[in-house]
């Protein structure tokens, strides 16, 4: 019924950029919190940053200053610059949003397939 589709991903060396997106389609009513989140090898799932409707943005410490999270609501479309990419930023980058179908109550976290990003140092 919802399928999230991420791009962007990629190798890039320290210190440069890349910018991740994520389009969600199907039957959906509304979309409330998009956010991301990273997995990298032999680590728990983190938050990396999330975006509501309309409210403030959160960022985990690592990436603040770096890294910006922003929304195209009309397109059900999330986005993530990524700047001064470090090694440590390595992972599998998965699309979160919390959602509400047109046959749904309540709105359910859906999540992309992840794409990878690789930074060389």
């Known amino acids: 019924q919802v399928q999230l589709v991420e791009s962007g991903g990629g190798l890039v060396q320290a210190g440069g950029s890349l910018r991740l997106s994520c389009a969600a389609s199907?039957?959906?009513?509304?979309?409330?919190?998009m956010g991301w989140y990273r997995q990298a090898p032999g680590k728990q799932r983190e938050l990396v940053a999330t975006?509501?409707?309309?409210?403030?943005?959160r960022y985990t410490d690592s990436v603040k200053g770096r890294f910006t999270i922003s929304r195209d609501n009309a397109k059900n479309t999330v986005y993530l610059q990524m700047n001064n990419l470090k090694p440590e930023d390595t992972a599998v980058y998965y699309c979160?949003?919390?959602?509400?179908?047109?046959?749904?109550?309540?709105?359910?976290?859906?999540w992309g397939q992840g794409t990878q990003v690789t930074v060389s140092s």
């Open positions: 979160n949003g919390n959602i509400r179908t047109l046959t749904s109550t309540f709105h359910w976290n859906y």
């Open positions: 199907g039957s959906i009513f509304s979309i409330d919190v």
């Open positions: 975006m509501p409707s309309s409210g403030s943005t």
